[in-house]
């Protein structure tokens, strides 16, 4: 069997799935193709904040900064319900970086946004304010600023069901294994990663957002003099119960100069990250280890009133940065993993009448939208009929409506359901969350409850909607209500499920 698409892309993360929605509504035929679960990839693993990145002006990386703020408020606007706009103190360290310095960091973040909605930065007395509460008594002096936090699992979902709402299709568990140009259209050969049943897709472009394996690929589809690499980066996240009240973050300095943050995160919890260590082979998911929790721990220690140890631990993640390798292989390499730079490139590889390959080399997950406008602003030669940039002003799915109001209306329809469930459903729905309980009454409706606030009625959702096919595609990624569960309550969900997927 041969499907034939305009647009062809490799990658269900956050890269693929904004190019996907951005060529879909601009009329192109797409279809993506994810070897993994959707967002099984990097996109899950992020520290979960939609910023400019205050850190990036010591590099000197003004541009990343400025469209990183840009993009903040782009998507505050096209998905309320994804972005939650925190405040972030950074308690002043004067060894490891002058007051002077950090205020007129924050004042150039803050002009580089342009016109924000967020409140802007401002100095805090520390010993009198609710902010210096969690802190050892010796941090007097600090500095506030703010960003916003996401869901990064779910912005990719949202991205993928807009895009298939625009005609894209979305296969996952599909692997590119090869790929020939035959003139003006490649010829892909994908395969079944469960089944190993192989099928070829014809496409006018390849677009390879592969994430870490970005530059292999392409590699192998468009071998080139020249060099263009990643260097990757391992982060990890540690989760632990709620550290302090308040729904603050904190960005620490930690004596290695790196910023470690402290989140307030899904209620109960608080996340801390990252850290970034350059590894050599990113062929296998990449895994914690104990020396990173203990950095972690000790990082926070030097700040935190009440201490944090490796037994607090709950829960911990990993990703791995593919970061583009600016310096090539020998000049200019920062040999230090945080001082690389988080900015993409795109590199478009065709020869005259033959058909484009565009790879997506680095980026971050808050400038996904701008580099999909990019991507399809490279691929016009080959599809000038195509679109206008119109994501912008576009909410994503269940992002027509403020949260608030969204939460409110959930409250006035379903009295008989608890608030805080209905508010972590707005969390993931937005105003489709009202869809998705219209014929519900009271709890009885919900279908079985599994524990962690998840219940069937969800889980048939995203098994129709969503792409999920296993228990951790949606404890851990649909949702975090793993998180919330007893290993027992996750062991049932999951045999539950796969007795399901028998039947
Ligand atoms: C620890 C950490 C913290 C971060 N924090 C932030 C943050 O707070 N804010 C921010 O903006 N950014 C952050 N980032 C960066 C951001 O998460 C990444 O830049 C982004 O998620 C990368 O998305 P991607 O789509 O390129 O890659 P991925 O999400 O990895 O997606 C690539 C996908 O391609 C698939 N794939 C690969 N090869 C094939 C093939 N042959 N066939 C089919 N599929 C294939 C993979 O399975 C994968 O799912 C962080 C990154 C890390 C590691």
């Keep these: 069997m041969q499907t034939q698409v305009d647009l062809l892309i490799v990658g269900g993360g956050i890269q693929g799935a904004g190019i996907a929605r951005d060529a879909a509504g601009r009329g192109l035929s797409v279809a993506l193709y994810e070897q993994d679960d959707i967002t099984g990839g990097t996109s899950s693993a992020s520290s979960k904040l939609i910023h400019g990145g205050l850190r990036y002006l010591e590099t000197g990386e003004f541009r990343l900064v400025h469209d990183s703020l840009s993009e903040r408020q782009t998507l505050l606007r096209i998905a309320p319900h994804l972005m939650q706009p925190l405040r972030f103190v950074i308690p002043h360290t004067p060894q490891l970086r002058p007051a002077w310095m950090i205020r007129l960091g924050l004042m150039f973040y803050d ?8 409140p802007s930065s401002q100095t805090v007395d520390l010993a009198t304010s609710v902010y210096g509460e969690a802190l050892q008594a010796s941090y007097s002096k600090g500095f506030i600023y703010s960003d916003v936090q996401t869901d990064d699992a779910r912005l990719v979902i949202h991205n993928l069901r807009d895009a298939t709402e625009r005609g894209a299709k979305v296969f996952t568990h599909m692997r590119l294994i090869s790929a020939h140009r035959e003139g003006a259209a490649w010829h892909a050969r994908l395969e079944n990663t469960q089944t190993n ?5 014809v496409a006018r472009a390849l677009v390879n957002a592969a994430g870490t394996g970005v530059a292999a690929l392409r590699d192998q589809l468009h071998p080139s003099e020249q060099y263009l690499g990643i260097r990757w980066v391992k982060g990890s996240h540690i989760v632990i119960p709620r550290l302090y009240p308040g729904k603050h973050a904190y960005t620490l300095q930690n004596t290695d100069r790196r910023i470690i943050f402290l989140i307030p995160w899904e209620q109960n919890y608080t996340l801390i990250g990252t850290t970034d260590i350059e590894i050599s082979d990113a062929s296998t ?33 990993c990703g791995t940065r593919a970061l583009f390798d600016e310096g090539g292989q020998n000049d200019n390499r920062s040999s230090n993993a945080s001082q690389i730079t988080r900015d993409y490139h795109l590199q478009c590889d065709s020869l005259t009448g033959q058909a484009p390959l565009l790879s997506i080399f680095g980026g971050k997950l ?16 080959w599809f000038p009929a195509s679109g206008q940039p119109w994501t912008a002003r576009a909410a994503l799915p269940g992002g027509d409506c403020p949260l608030a109001e969204t939460i409110g209306h959930l409250h006035a329809s379903h009295p008989n359901l608890p608030p805080a469930w ?3 459903l ?10 998705l309980l219209a014929d519900v009454r009271e709890t009885k409706d919900l279908g079985l409850d599994f524990g962690g606030g998840l219940y069937e009625i969800e889980v048939a959702h995203f098994m129709a909607h969503e792409w999920a096919q296993e228990a951790d595609d949606i404890l851990w990624r649909r949702t975090k209500t793993g998180l919330h569960m007893m ?9 539950w499920l796969a007795s399901r997927g028998s039947r």
């Design 285 to 317: 998911p990449p895994k914690v280890t104990s020396e990173e929790v203990t950095y972690l721990c000790e990082a926070v220690n030097h700040y935190s009133k009440k201490p944090v140890q490796a037994s607090d631990v709950l829960w911990q993640f």
């Design 197 to 201: 049943r192989q099928t070829t897709v």
């Design 487 to 495: 290993p027992e309550q996750r062991a049932r969900f999951a045999d």
């Design 422 to 424: 209905l508010e972590q």
């Design 366 to 381: 808050t400038t996904y939208r701008r580099v999909a406008e990019q991507a399809l602003e490279k691929l016009t030669p």
């Design 111 to 118: 002009l580089l946004g342009g016109h924000q909605t967020l």
């Design 426 to 435: 707005a969390r993931r729905h937005g105003s489709r969350a009202l869809a």
